[in-house]
């Protein structure tokens, strides 16, 4: 991640994932060590790069993405 955070945390508390359009885009339910997952309503995951974390500010991680690149690159259905 370009940032230091507890992704345990994160999951644990379903941290909300904000880009940077301040659109909420999900929570974070899972990570493995190039990518952190997210839920996107109860259908459909997302799978963002730990490179385009930003800013944690204790209560929401903030994406270096806008909510078009969000949309467009990483979001699957399940």
Do not use: H, V, W
Not at 17 to 30: E, F, Q, S, W
Not at 48 to 60: D, F, L, Q, R, V
């Amino acid at each position: 991640m370009s940032i230091s955070i507890n992704c345990n945390e994160l999951i644990r508390d379903r941290k909300r994932i904000i880009i940077t359009d301040n659109k909420l885009c999900g929570n974070m339910i899972k990570n493995d060590d190039k990518n952190i997952i997210l839920e996107k309503g109860p259908m459909c995951q997302c799978r963002i790069p730990k490179s385009s974390t930003g800013a944690y500010n204790g209560a929401e991680l903030r994406l270096t993405i806008s909510y078009d690149e969000f949309d467009i690159n990483f979001t699957t259905s399940e």
